[in-house]
Every structure is written in C-alpha cells, then in structure tokens.
C-alpha cells in the first residue's frame, strides 16, 4: 500500500512548482520518485558511505555513517509520512538528499572549511547540499545538477542564512517571507534529529566512550531502560542497548505522529499552501518530548561529542581540512587538472572568491578517508594521520 490516498495538504507530485529545466514528465513514476531515483545513482550519494557524523571511517566498522545515517532518517520519516498521509517519495527524497553537502569529518570538517571560506561567502552544508544537486553533479546531457523538483530543493535546504538566502531564488523565499516549507520537508528535518539522537548513543555506548550508568541519568533513556529491564532482567549486553533505542525512537515517533495530528486537525489545512503560510510549523514534538530531547541533545554534547577522544580527532580534522584549503588557495597547480580548469574559470569569473569556491567544493567533495590521502600526499606524512 502506498501513496494511497494522501491528504489534501500534502505535496502532490501533479502539482509540483517544478524544475529548473522543464522535462517531460516520467512515464511509470511520480516526480517525486524520479527525484528519489536520481538521488540513490547520483555521486554525492555514493560518497556517504565513507563520511562520518562523528566518528572517523575508519575508526570501526560497526559506527554509522552518513549513509546508514541516512538510510535511518528515510526509515523513520516514511513511516511518519504515511501515519499522517503525506508523500512518502518526497519524504525518502528529502532524506536520502538531506546530508549530501556535509564535508568529510563531520561537524568538525564544515566549522574548518567554513573558518577557511570566512572570505569568501562562508560554507554552510545545507547550501552545499543544494549545490550539488543543482550544479556539482555532472552526470546528465542537457543540464548540470540533477535538475529536482521544487519540492526537493526546498526539502533540502534545512537552514539558510538570511543573505544567502537572498541569492538563491525560489528555494530562499521562504526564509525572507517567514512562510513554511512543505509538511514532508517538516517531518524530514525532525526525522533527522531522532535518527542521529537515537544513533550516537548506540555509537557511543559501542565505543565505550560513554557508559550505561551516565545514560541513565537522561529521561529519555532511563525510562525505557528501566521498561526493558523490568521485562528481562536477565538481559545484557547490546540486546539492552537495542531495546532501549528502539524503544526511544518509537516513543519520540508516536508524540511527533499525534501532536502532529493534533496540530494539523486544530489548524485544519486544506492544501499545501494553507501549510505554507501558517504562522509556524505544524510538524512537532510536544513540550514534553520536546524538553526531554533538550537534556539528551545536551548530555551528547557534553559527554560525546567533546569528550577527549572526540575532541582529539576534532582538532586532527581541524587541521587537515586547513591544511588543505591554505595550500591549493596558494597553488591552484595542486589541484587535479579538472578542478584546476574550473578554478582559472571561476577566477575570471568571480575573482578570488570564486576560486576559492572551488576549492571549498573539492574539499568537501572529499570523503575522510580521500581527504587524510590527499594531506599525506601533499605533505609527506603517514597516510595514518587519524590512528593514535
Ligand atoms: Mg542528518
């Protein structure tokens, strides 16, 4: 059963605000499904198997990366979809598109390359995403990109500041109008945070970076934990992880769906455009859940992702993604002969801001491993920058 019957205010593919370039309309599929389509055999997306959220690669291969991330936030987001009737291939589109533009590294990798491109317009993943999918991929004869649908783009672009999102056309109105984004780009974003929530304390437990005991002191956690335990005692190991997080991300799953509902039902949308300019974003948590979220977002923080450890590689990435910047922005020569093309291009161009913008899309082009061969290349150093 899909895409049965969505209801009146969802995104409908018929409808769709359309592509960059027109196209005629694809034969067995939805727009919406060619979008998806185009993502699962584009580049980008081939390349989230080897970038990381917070760990390194090739630190383990039980830890997520933004692939399986991925996979996990279109799990989690169609199956809101279709409790609240919405369009489940613009849903998966959003999802599977949604952290193509993050650089390798993680966070650590976008705050250096964003430090580096202080210049020049700044890096933000979310604009970056939208640049891939609508100029870096080069796979198709009649356009750059992979020409998506209105609907995808605007999916995609989460966030955006102000002054970019003055540049960026009809994808960037919504942030200057104060109006919303479709209810599927709603959902995918929350879907998100549930999804990497949810999967850094696996990741996190798994690493023994953090420990059971600490977890219990977050709400979220310690009242599924205590369900799990009073229903198997004898239970150890990763079964209790497991069970404890699957029963988190139903419980975040079931208040997102029915305040959602009720949200939807007191305001009482008929299209996509009532959803549009509604004061706010009808797509939520509930205060409660919402706080509960707060603490455990909180306790990551502290706890994981500036633990030691973390912190160590953070400063590594740092370094390696600056490194890298500074010495192509010095020598364009060390560029690969296509990326050195489009750099003399863009200089003409756009000056120095446009070269250096090819560089930022070449680094972040990078998976973590390419960018640790790169500097060891460059550099002279053990390609083992990242093992201590
Ligand atoms: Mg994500």
Aim: glycine share 6%.
């Amino acid at each position: 059963m899909k895409n049965t019957a969505t209801a009146s205010y969802a995104a409908n593919p018929k409808k769709s605000l359309g592509r960059l370039h027109k196209e005629p309309s694809p034969t067995y599929r939805s727009e919406f499904q060619r979008d998806r389509d185009r993502i699962i055999h584009s580049t980008g997306f081939r390349r989230l198997e080897y970038k990381t959220q917070v760990f390194v690669n090739h630190e383990g291969d039980l830890y997520r990366t933004r692939l399986t991330h991925s996979l996990e936030v279109a799990q989690i987001a169609r199956s809101i979809a279709r409790t609240l009737k919405l369009d489940e291939d613009l849903t998966e589109a959003i999802a599977l598109a949604h952290d193509l533009g993050h650089t390798p590294f993680g966070h650590a990798g976008q705050d250096a390359l964003n430090a580096c491109m202080k210049d020049y317009g700044g890096f933000e993943h979310n604009l970056q995403s939208l640049r891939i999918i609508d100029q870096l991929e080069k796979n198709y004869a009649e356009f750059d990109g992979l020409n998506l649908s209105f609907e995808t783009r605007e999916g995609i672009l989460k966030h955006c500041s102000l002054k970019h999102a003055a540049e960026l056309g009809d994808v960037g109105e919504r942030f200057l109008n104060k109006t919303q984004s479709s209810l599927e780009a709603q959902l995918t974003n929350i879907a998100d945070q549930v999804a990497y929530n949810n999967h850094d304390i696996d990741d996190g437990l798994r690493s023994g970076l953090i420990t059971i005991e600490q977890m219990k002191a977050v709400e979220l956690f310690s009242i599924q934990y205590d369900k799990v335990m009073w229903k198997y005692p004898k239970l150890t190991g990763h079964r209790v992880v497991h069970e404890t997080i699957r029963r988190m991300i139903g419980e975040q799953v079931i208040d997102l769906i029915e305040t959602s509902q009720n949200r939807l039902k007191a305001a009482n949308p008929n299209s996509i455009d009532d959803i549009r300019q509604h004061h706010e974003e009808l797509i939520s948590f509930s205060d409660k859940m919402r706080t509960q979220n707060q603490e455990l977002k909180k306790f990551l923080r502290e706890n994981l992702y500036y633990h030691h450890k973390v912190y160590r590689m953070t400063r590594k990435a740092h370094h390696v993604i600056k490194a890298l910047f500074n010495i192509f922005i010095d020598d364009i020569r060390l560029l690969p002969p296509e990326h050195q093309e489009l750099a003399k291009l863009s200089l003409l161009d756009n000056g120095e801001t446009g070269q250096a913008r090819v560089i930022a899309d070449y680094i972040a082009g990078m998976t973590d491993r390419y960018a640790t061969i790169e500097y060891a290349r460059l550099f002279g150093v053990e390609g083992s920058v990242f093992y201590s």
